[in-house]
């Protein structure tokens, strides 16, 4: 099969790709701005670190399957790992609705992680095959603006939902409609991908890696630097995802007000990729995750002083756009620098330590929200970015 690289050559397989990627953010966004609430009302969980289980299970297992989709992306192909991650996804929102008790939700975000990690890793190594190497940057911005927006919207809409027509059943039907459409889609118009990357191959000039684990992970200076960030990373937004509807209930804030609130963030995020992403191929790639985590960790420590409505919507949206400066320049780099054949497993190790961060986050953040109370573990989070910001600036040289 002949392959030309290129958006606007591939565009009509990058846009059917960028809308299954919005179906799989949505996926994540029908827990985003009720779970807590879930977990406290329809199962009597109070406890942080309890709660917040749900998170450790989607980001331990999103983090193994997003290792593993790398290296059998390469081997059985891309649309079939794709087919794979919406297959499993499609009982989730069903025992949502039906669990009889926690350990069943705990079930369900376990298949939720997997199908995460096989989904999204497909639809960002699939984007980054079709684009070459001009557009990797607007590429990965475009991929992300579309399910993080997903995950904004949606995460508002069950909060409308919840707030109209109770926690459940209702709020899990809009996962029902994103994982059929999600299939259905993937499974008839989708192409593989694999054999643009042996025809960029043949023309690559960047030297192989002899460890791609140990390399990504700690050896190489712009890999391990921009892994360590996307652990951080996702550790704060683990952080987010479960304890600020908690502190926003605290401050007496109704459901559709952290429906509102929880979707500035990743809304932000998601818009801000449009142009953080062509950013990415035009600008210093170090000066953009440094600039980006900083700017992270000053809005979670200014949400830890916050009670009033407008000056948490700013940190919120400041949040977003940190985080919008950082996510496509994780992936744009990681492209930059490693050889075609073995850019799906570098990513996919990356990946598995960026989303280790959720379960990082979920942990930590919990038991000091327990011991010490919610304020003092979102105040660790924001130091823990900033010292993020701190290492990328020592430990990474400038490569673009």
Known sequence: MNAELGLKKNRKQFGLLVLINAFVGGMIGMERSIFPQYAEVEFGIASKTAILSFIVAFGITKAISNYYAGRLANIYGRKRL??????????????????????????????????????????????????GEKDRGLAMGINE????????IIAFLTGVVANSYGLTPYPFYIGVVLSMMGLLFTWLWVNDTRHFVKMESTASKVQLLDQVFLQTTFQHKVLSSVTQAGLVNNLNDGMIWGLLPVYLISLGFDYEK????????????????????????????????????????????????????????????????????????????????????????????????????????????????????????????????????GLIQIRMPKIA
């Open 258 to 389: 952290i429906g509102i609130l929880a979707a500035i963030y990743p809304s932000i995020w998601g818009i801000g990729q449009l142009f953080t992403g062509k950013m990415s191929d035009h600008y210093s790639k170090k000066k953009m995750l440094f600039w980006g985590m900083f700017l992270q960790g000053i809005a979670i420590l200014g949400i830890s002083f916050s009670e009033n409505l407008g000056f948490l919507i700013g940190l919120l949206a400041l949040l977003g756009f940190g985080t919008a400066l950082v996510y496509p320049t994780f992936l744009a780099t990681i492209a930059q620098v490693t050889h075609p054949r073995q850019r799906a497993e570098s990513i996919g190790v990356f990946r598995l330590w960026r989303d280790l961060g959720y379960a990082f986050g979920a942990v930590i953040s919990g038991m000091i929200a327990d011991y010490f109370g919610v304020e003092y573990a979102i105040i660790l989070i924001g130091l823990l970015t900033l010292f993020s910001s």
């Open 145 to 152: 603006f579309a399910g993080y927006l997903a995950v904004g």
């Open 82 to 131: 794709l087919v794979v991650g919406w297959l499993i996804v499609i009982p989730v929102p069903w025992i949502l609705i039906f669990a009889p008790s926690w350990a069943w939700v705990i079930a369900a975000n376990i298949l939720l992680g997997i199908s995460q990690g096989f989904t999204w890793s497909s639809t960002v190594v699939m984007k980054i095959d079709l684009v």
